[in-house]
């Protein structure tokens, strides 16, 4: 039996929740495998195959186009910055809306609603201009918040590093968009299409404008599997306020600092 545009709707849905219990459940005894400095890889050996996967697709593609699209005027660069970060703030506000936090639920709704309207569909970022804070959040934090583990560090193809509750938090997030979640026509084809155009541009400006620390990782350091699992779980763990990263504020430092320099 064929399905349904109805049927499709709600399966997206359905499988990304069925993910998130079974990987959270998952990422929450995977905890009690933590090493003494705090890293928790238990697949570091398929862990380090995807490493140099994701080094040789960025040596070979992503760093020479992020080159040349670093000839792009910056301002037509940031434009396309604003129109998918505007694109990411429904995301941003349903997150902080499951994690009980109004304030930032309020601020995403916010920025969504004037970017979108005096910003021109988020082209222009208004709500800056007004003076209204930036807010991110997303799906992993939000689990975070409801007491699920960090889990295994897991590096993804193309992706990059992560965690288990992370790699989960990106896939519901992916299926919650509503951008992603059309019936099946060419105009909601076309539309489903601009999230991850928008995203590459943004990922491709930033490999452009932090080329140099990127490439001191990749290139430079000692053990750049090693370097960059550290740097991940460190800033990432700022971010979410965890135990572990509270005593030390990664930035107080160069967090792309190489500990195995002489």
């Known amino acids: 039996m064929s ?16 993910m998130t219990l079974a990987l959270s459940a998952c990422a929450t005894t995977q905890d009690v495998a933590t090493r003494s400095d705090g890293i928790n890889d238990p697949y570091e050996k398929q862990n380090r195959k995807i490493h140099g996967f994701n080094k040789g697709l960025d040596k070979n593609l992503v760093r020479p186009v992020s080159q040349a699209y670093g000839v792009v005027p910056v301002e037509i660069r940031n434009t396309v910055n604003n129109f998918s970060e505007n694109l990411s703030m429904p995301r941003v506000a349903v997150n902080s809306l499951l ?9 995403a709704t916010l920025r969504f609603a004037l970017n979108t309207t005096i910003g021109i ?3 222009f970022d208004a709500a800056s201009e007004l003076n209204i804070p930036e807010h991110q959040t997303d799906f992993g934090e ?14 993804l193809p193309v992706f990059g590093p992560s965690t288990q509750r992370d790699t989960v938090g990106l896939v519901v997030d992916f299926f919650t968009n509503p951008l992603t979640n ?3 026509n060419k105009f909601d084809d076309d539309l489903r299409s601009v999230p991850p155009a928008t995203a590459t541009a943004s990922v491709l400006n930033d490999r452009e404008k932090f080329s140099d620390t990127i490439d001191s990782v990749l290139y430079e350091s000692a053990d750049s599997y090693a370097q960059s699992r550290s740097i991940y779980l460190q800033n990432r763990r700022f971010e979410l306020g965890q135990e572990q990263a509270r005593d030390t504020d990664p930035f107080e430092t160069d967090p792309y600092e190489d500990p195995y320099a002489q």
Not at 143 to 155: D, K, P, R
């Open 182 to 184: 059309n019936s099946n």
């Open 3 to 18: 399905r349904t545009p109805q049927m499709k709707a709600f399966a997206r849905p359905a499988l990304a929740l069925t």
């Open 121 to 123: 569909g988020g082209l």
């Open 99 to 107: 994690q009980g936090d109004a304030r930032g639920t309020g601020l």
């Open 142 to 155: 939000t689990l975070a918040v409801w007491g699920a583990g960090e889990g295994a560090y897991v590096e």
